[in-house]
């Protein structure tokens, strides 16, 4: 499994910064290349479900999250599948007068050793390029409300 983290500190409460996190239909609002988002309820409590496509590198990547986890204000947890199998995590913690946003990706592609040698080559750090505008974009957008 590969893993992906990065953190960004956000002037703002946990709770303001959950709301939007947790708010699946503006996801493409600050992820890049995130489309055709569909939204299956209980999200974004447990059980609860979002399947969507992320178009990276000329690919379209179908992928399914479904919540494992879910404290306001704190943690999101997501076992992922499709084109990527593994788990998403968003944890929150204060921090001064904001908040930090940590993401990690633990996840492989399929495909064996083909999928591994195409995550070394290329899609981890096409993962992580994204992960770090996406939560450059989120900062924005939170702060700005």
Known sequence: MAIVQR???IKASPQETMALLS????????????????IVPPF??????????VKSAGLSMPITETV?????????????DGMLLGRA???LTPEGDGTR?????????????????ADALIVKR???KSLQE????????????
Do not use: C
């Open 7 to 9: 953190n960004v500190q």
């Open 23 to 38: 708010d699946a239909s503006r996801w493409p609002d600050w992820y890049p290349g995130m489309t055709e988002i569909d």
């Open 44 to 53: 974004p409590e447990e059980g609860g479900k979002v399947a969507f496509k």
């Open 68 to 80: 494992l986890d879910y404290q306001p204000g704190k943690l999101q947890l997501f076992q992922m």
């Open 89 to 91: 995590r968003w944890e």
């Open 101 to 117: 946003l940590t993401t990690t990706f633990d996840y492989a592609l399929p495909g064996g050793v083909f999928g591994k040698l």
């Open 126 to 128: 096409l993962n992580a």
């Open 134 to 145: 996406a939560l450059h974009n989120f900062k924005e957008l939170v702060e700005r409300q």
